[in-house]
């Protein structure tokens, strides 16, 4: 009888184990999608033998959620990945774990709460939460696409990337951010301060707020801003609404894989949106 109860298991902690390796094959794919990357370091990140990895990999070139180069042989994801994503986008799941956190930052603060994501070189807005006073401009927020930079939350995950990705980023939007009297300094300014103070801090156009970065799943960057009128926001409550936001981040999500998130004082220089 011990014998039968366990032949019957096995198959199903077998399914579980290969479900589990073709998610870490995955997460691997997501994480070098832009450049690609070979089975030698997909073996070596995930810790697999060569063999398992190959037959991993190939299985998901042949549903689509991977694809081969023929000419460099690396592994991006797939149209089937690409697929899942946007259906996914059409209620997302980060809005449905961080919704009741949002709820409570707008109750405790009275202020407007943003949630992006980083898509690409554009922040994306995914959901707001109003404040004490509702405002229509904030709404028309809502699905908005804006580059980084361009905004609160938005500056925040300009900051997580890294030096040379930042400098590549400007050069291809060097007329966009011309359009609003933004130069490579001034942000590379904003991107020092954010990695010493840690959050975001912007006074524009009457506005003011704070942005905090965290990560999203394994591979991905989201940022929480709370906006408000600069004339509610006086000296000190931008630290205490970012240490507020933090608290609330750290009972659903992961802090940021680098942990730095952005300043941008109102003497350093103004981003045209929050």
């Not at 011990?2 to 290969?18: L, W």
């Amino acid at each position: 009888m011990p014998n039968s109860r366990r032949t019957h298991s096995e198959p199903v902690v077998r399914g579980a184990q290969s479900i589990e390796r073709a998610a870490q094959v995955l997460r691997v794919l997501a994480q070098h999608h832009v450049s690609g990357v070979s089975l030698q370091t997909l073996t070596d990140v995930t810790g697999l033998d060569r063999t398992t990895t190959y037959r991993i990999v190939s299985a998901l070139v042949e549903v689509g959620l991977s694809v081969r180069d023929p000419q460099t042989k690396l592994y991006r994801l797939g149209v089937e990945s690409m697929a899942l994503g946007s259906v996914s986008m059409q209620a997302p799941p980060l809005v449905e774990q961080c919704r009741p956190m949002m709820k409570q930052l707008a109750r405790q603060t009275a202020e407007h709460v943003f949630l992006v994501v980083r898509s690409g070189d554009y922040s994306h807005c995914l959901h707001i939460e109003e404040g004490e006073t509702p405002s229509p401009e904030f709404g028309r927020n809502r699905d908005r696409m804006r580059l980084l930079g361009m905004g609160i939350p938005s500056i925040a995950l300009l900051a997580e990337l890294p030096d040379e990705e930042i400098s590549a980023h400007y050069a291809r939007h060097t007329i966009e951010y011309g359009h609003r009297n933004l130069d490579e300094a001034r942000l590379r300014r904003w991107v020092m301060q954010t990695r010493e103070l840690g959050y975001a801090q912007v006074a524009a156009q009457g506005l003011s707020g704070v942005g905090i970065s965290f990560a999203m799943g394994s591979c991905a960057t989201a940022a929480i801003g709370i906006v408000t009128v600069s004339a509610k926001m006086p000296r000190g409550r931008g630290a205490a609404l970012a240490a507020l936001a933090r608290e609330q981040l750290a009972s659903v999500v992961h802090p940021s894989r680098s942990s730095t998130q952005s300043l941008v004082p109102g003497n350093a220089g103004r981003p045209t949106d929050v």
